[in-house]
């Protein structure tokens, strides 16, 4: 049976592979378009990125969490709730991140 842990070698190899491909595509975006400017659909199309990304990395968080096991509970989702909240009011990123970071303290300080 042979052992199941990589090499050094091997491992170099994969960290230098993986930096190179990421240098890669980020030098296609910046080094060789970077200077050039941006088609309006294009840069209207880029204003909603941020809008896209951050829910889907929030949203395993608030449905699934580690801190319990992947059950759904009240702190989290009401935190979520009130971040949307505040932030549909107040159209102020800070403010509801701030809102619902205090709403889901709150709730686990309460909740014991």
Do not use: C, S
């Amino acid at each position: 049976m042979t052992d199941p842990q990589i090499t050094t070698a091997t491992l170099w190899t994969i960290m230098i592979l993986l930096g190179l491909g990421t240098f890669a595509l980020r030098f296609v975006f910046l080094g060789m378009i970077g200077d050039r400017p941006m088609p309006d659909w294009l840069m209207r199309h880029l204003r909603y990125t941020a809008v896209a990304v951050l829910p889907g990395l929030v949203a395993p968080l608030v449905v699934w969490p580690t801190a319990t096991d992947g059950v759904l509970d009240l702190p989290r989702l009401a935190a979520a709730l009130t971040t949307l909240a505040v932030g549909y009011v107040t159209k102020n990123v800070l403010a509801a991140i701030f809102g619902g970071a205090g709403m889901l303290y709150l709730l686990l300080w309460l909740m014991g």
